[in-house]
């Protein structure tokens, strides 16, 4: 038995490597003809492989474009984790402000990517269960900067106006995933800033600012002083 424990371990160090070698075939592919266009075949011919090989590694078109997704998912949570983490800590505004460069620094740098997660969905693709923990990494590091910046006393209530019954409905189950213990109007203030954010993201990875904006970074900037005076923190 423990002469075939190095060949197993081999296999598996070597079944890792092509794996990676597609999902870096298909990052490509991402990047030449959009997640619509992803297929095992094409992954296959650009890694001389032969098609029917590939499904030793992913069943399916679905399965690798998964795999992409939580990959990317994972790379942008891990950027804000570590922005919000940064040495020297900071008031949650300077959290929130540094985690905000950090995730726009990102998807400039990997527009595929995020077209990927916050783009045109593909056709006929659901995404299954596993890939809900790391959509939600961002979600809870920015979660986490509210709660904190509620607790040392950052948030002035008074800004806040109360919300709807429907919209006390909305912010509930909110609150109870990534800002227990926020009252129910800064948790949605919270929610609308989270589409605020990537709204902006979006609209300069996607060019719809083009002609209209020709400073994106003074704009973000601006963006970013809106968001924290939307959820009652000083800029």
């Known amino acids: 038995m ?9 296999r598996q160090r070597v079944h890792a490597a092509v794996r990676e070698d597609i999902i870096g075939a298909a990052r490509e592919q991402l990047a030449a003809a959009g997640a619509a266009s992803l297929s095992l075949r094409a992954v296959a ?10 499904y030793r590694y992913f069943r399916s078109r679905d399965e690798l474009l998964t795999a992409l997704i939580v990959e990317a998912y994972d790379a942008m949570g891990a950027v804000a984790e570590d922005a919000s ?31 990927l997660l916050y783009g045109t969905p593909v056709p006929g693709y659901q995404a299954p269960e596993l890939t809900i923990d790391p959509a939600s990494r961002v979600t809870r590091v920015l979660g986490a900067i509210l709660r904190d910046g509620y ?27 990534v ?4 009252p129910l109007p800064a948790v949605a203030r919270g929610l609308a800033v989270w589409s605020f954010l ?3 993201i979006s609209f300069e990875v996607f060019g719809r600012f083009e002609g209209v904006v020709t400073n994106g970074e003074v704009l973000f900037d601006y963006a970013i002083t809106t968001m924290l005076d939307m959820v009652g923190m000083a800029a």
Not at 152 to 177: D, F, L, Y
Not at 179 to 182: D, E, F, S, V, Y
């Open 2 to 10: 423990p002469a075939t424990a190095p060949v197993s371990s081999a």
């Open 45 to 54: 011919r650009e890694l001389g492989m032969a098609p029917s090989a590939m």
């Open 85 to 115: 983490a940064k040495p020297g800590g900071g008031t949650a505004a300077e959290r929130f402000r540094s985690v905000c460069w950090a995730l726009r620094d990102w998807a400039l740098a990997h527009p595929h990517e995020y077209a």
């Open 151 to 177: 607790r040392a006393g950052e948030i002035a209530e008074s800004k806040i106006p109360p919300i709807s019954e429907a919209m006390t409905a909305q912010a509930r189950p909110v609150a109870e995933a």
């Open 179 to 182: 800002m227990a213990g926020i």
């Open 198 to 200: 990537f709204g902006q």
